[in-house]
């Protein structure tokens, strides 16, 4: 199906079932335990051994010597694989290092050997017995003392070009009146999901299935292929349920491939699953950023000048945190500069983390909003809405399919209870606890790719729907369910749904927040493929057929649909590819969060107390799953804001806290009361579903909301996240 005109009516807008707030379909099988994660296919593979990966201990260099005598002889040890009896590997599309070090070493951690056992205990055991001689070289680990170096990187479909130009930034900013010069960080980060990299090979002839942890099904298997040396028609993954992904499961990590050598290696089923220090060092994080705004104004509040510019490093030929992008769309202003610069670092991979680019991006941004409208005496709502804009700021002619950016923080500010808050900082105090509201704008381009489907009608009316899309605790199965059943006119108990399987065709894959849009436009397109099928099986034209009830109808006559499949059944596929609507309209989706936190007089302690995020991001389709997925975006947010930083050792080029006791993330107890609002929106540029994403719209935007917030109720403005309590301790107000 292509989809290059604007969506008209469809059977999407019968909203029988889609738009409803559904239960989870695969939730009895997740708390009950019967769902199988990657490392749970006992069943399937008794003889399964275990591999234990030891990785890099130094973060540059190569490796001197490797002693594998003691590690072998170990009991139950079946084979070691290390660069030097692996065979000629090549390197995947989305890997920036090897995934198999040696000798030369890219980054700490990187995976330089896996000990293959008979239990995991042998094989960990084991793996301490390998021993390796390093020879170090020198390394560059430190952003800050690299920025000078920086360059800038070559635009990419995902970057966008490294630097936009419009009017005369220079000369604005000189000129304008009110300034805001002023320069942010924010630390790396761990994607630190539950489930972690684990990954289970079996190899049959030339044939090899590997069960893992992936987002990305067809990614994967092309760079499975493609490091192995063997054609991708040989190379099967499976991916049916993921404990949380954020990014970090978007490619093929060591995990995979070295089960894949071990198996080989072994010759038995492999099973892999990094242990948490490398989770943290050997896959990819989000990378460190220092970014500097500029805002000119007029003194009524308009902006005249806007320049962002952001530095952030990776390891050679790789990507940078586009941290900028979201300036180039988000305000009005004649005399604009963005410009992104890379520095080549010695550290793990830096790479996509939910909202990549926007979620540091507008922690910085809107940030500097708040500075800006303070200096002018303006309250921040209404400075943001005096500088909204309804086209593309750097191309006016191309206007935006949707933009409620003022509606949607008008709406929050009466929810949330904008108008009692204290301009002046430091004004509002409940007993020990300084108290402040802060809020700003959230922002995440809507991102179209071609996702396809396979719908299968047998002769009991029931649909089952095949594709490689994932699910990575997002709700997958169940909207592409909703989606079947409203398009079929059959009740969801009727639609079974398999996902994760490079055997079916190829989705979108989950990433972005273009997954629920994109996998859910592929099956209605498969399915509305169907419907003519089961049309010419009744000599009718499909646009005159009812599809309703579990029957269809056309021209006076009314049958049941297993029975207009007959015996056999039918099947369709079908995909959908987009024209150029996204090249006419720009497709984004707004937002607005609110945040109160109370912050300790004396000893600096925040405690965020409420929190509101109002969407404005499309149809939604399960207003129930997306509610789940903004509230976890916004305790990420907060995570982002108040405690998360991977702490780099910058003399040796490692993250030293590479566990879940020394990297903080929000609990329960961190987490208050979180309301969520949807306007009431739908899109007929973005897709036949009228839908767009909203999973990673909600962390967008929440670390500043905090951050304004804790200045609003301390007078300190802290630019450097995380706002840990040494930022705050030696300027909070003097107590009475």
Request: glycine share 10%; hydrophobic share 40%.
């Amino acid at each position: 199906m292509k989809f290059d005109t604007p969506a008209t009516t469809n059977p999407i807008d019968q909203l029988k079932v889609v738009g409803k707030p559904t239960d989870r379909i695969d939730g009895p099988a997740k708390t009950t335990g019967t769902a199988r994660y990657a490392y749970e296919r006992n069943p399937e593979l008794p003889r399964a051994a275990y591999g234990y990966v030891v990785g890099a201990g130094i973060a540059k260099g190569r490796i001197a010597s490797m002693d594998l005598s003691a590690a072998s002889a170990s009991p139950g040890v079946l084979a070691i694989v290390t660069a030097r009896n692996a065979g000629k590997l090549g390197k995947g599309d989305f890997n920036t290092a090897r995934l198999l070090g040696g000798p030369e070493i890219d980054h700490y951690h990187q995976a330089v050997a896996l000990v293959v056992a008979n239990t995991f205990e042998q094989a960990r055991a084991a793996a301490q017995l390998v021993r390796i001689e390093y020879t170090r070289a020198p390394g560059r680990f430190d952003l800050a003392a690299e920025m000078d170096s920086a360059q800038m990187p070559k635009a990419t479909e995902f970057t966008g070009p490294p630097e936009t130009k419009a009017g005369d930034f220079a000369g604005a900013f000189a000129a304008a009146p009110v300034q805001v010069d002023a320069r942010y960080t924010t630390p790396d980060e761990s994607h630190a999901m539950m489930e972690p990299h684990a990954s289970i090979a079996a190899w049959s002839g030339q044939k090899l299935t590997i069960w893992t942890s992936n987002q990305m099904i067809a990614w994967g298997a092309g760079d499975v292929a493609k490091t192995l040396g063997i054609p991708k028609a040989n190379v099967r993954l499976v991916s049916p349920f993921i404990g949380g992904g954020f990014g970090g499961k978007l490619f093929v990590r060591a995990d995979a491939l070295l089960a894949a050598l071990g198996a080989r290696a072994a010759r038995r089923p492999v099973k892999v699953a990094l242990q948490r220090p490398l989770i943290m060092n050997n896959t990819t994080h989000r990378p460190a950023t220092v970014q500097r705004i500029r805002l000119g104004a007029t003194r009524d509040g308009k902006i005249t000048a806007i320049a962002h510019e952001g530095w952030s490093g990776d390891l050679p030929n790789g990507q940078p945190e586009t941290a900028v992008n979201q300036t180039r769309l988000m305000y009005a202003g004649a005399n604009r500069l963005t410009t992104t610069r890379l520095a080549v670092l010695d550290l793990p991979e830096g790479n996509a983390m939910r909202a990549p680019g926007e979620a540091p991006g507008l922690m910085a941004l809107e940030i500097a909003m708040d500075e800006m409208a303070e200096k002018l005496g303006l309250d921040p709502i209404e400075f943001r809405a005096l500088n909204d804009t309804q086209v593309d700021p750097e191309k006016p002619q191309r206007p935006f399919s949707q933009r409620r950016l003022i509606e949607c923080m008008r709406t929050g500010a009466e929810r949330f209870g904008w108008s009692q808050r204290k301009a002046t900082p430091a004004q509002q105090r409940e007993g020990r606890w300084l108290v402040g509201l802060g809020m700003a704008a959230a922002f995440r381009n809507n991102l179209l790719t071609k996702s396809a489907a396979r719908v299968r009608l047998d002769n009991q009316g029931r649909v089952t729907v095949e594709t490689d899309m994932t699910d990575i605790g997002t709700g997958s199965y169940t909207i592409i369910a909703q989606t079947a059943a409203e398009t079929m006119g059959v009740s969801l108990d009727k639609v079974s749904v398999r996902l994760g399987d490079s055997a079916y065709p190829v989705s979108c894959g989950s990433g972005g927040q273009w997954g629920a849009n994109n996998s859910t436009s592929g099956v209605f397109a498969a399915c509305m493929k169907l419907r003519e099928a089961v049309a010419r099986k009744l000599g009718v034209a499909a646009a005159d057929a009812e599809f309703s009830d579990g029957m269809v109808r056309a021209g006076g006559r009314s049958m049941p649909l297993g029975q207009a499949a007959g015996a056999g059944g039918l099947v369709a596929e079908d995909w959908i590819e987009y024209g150029d609507l996204d090249k006419k309209y720009q497709q984004s989706t707004f937002g607005a969060h609110f945040v109160e936190v109370g912050v300790d007089a004396t000893t600096g302690e925040i405690r965020v107390r409420r929190m509101l995020a109002v969407c404005a991001a499309g149809r939604i389709l399960n207003p129930k799953a997306a509610r789940s997925q903004v509230i976890g975006a916004m305790t990420m947010g907060v995570g982002a804001a108040l405690m998360e930083e991977l702490a780099l050792d910058k003399r040796h080029g490692f993250f030293v806290n590479h566990d879940l006791a020394g990297y903080e993330v929000p609990v329960h107890a961190d987490i208050p009361h979180q309301e969520v609002i949807f306007l009431d929106e739908t899109d007929p540029i973005s897709s036949p579903m009228k839908a767009k994403g909203v999973g990673e719209l909600g962390i967008c935007g929440v670390g500043a909301a905090v951050a304004n917030a804790v200045y609003n109720a301390t007078g300190v403005r802290v630019r450097n996240y995380p706002i840990t309590l040494d930022k705050l301790l030696d300027r909070l107000p003097p107590l009475a």
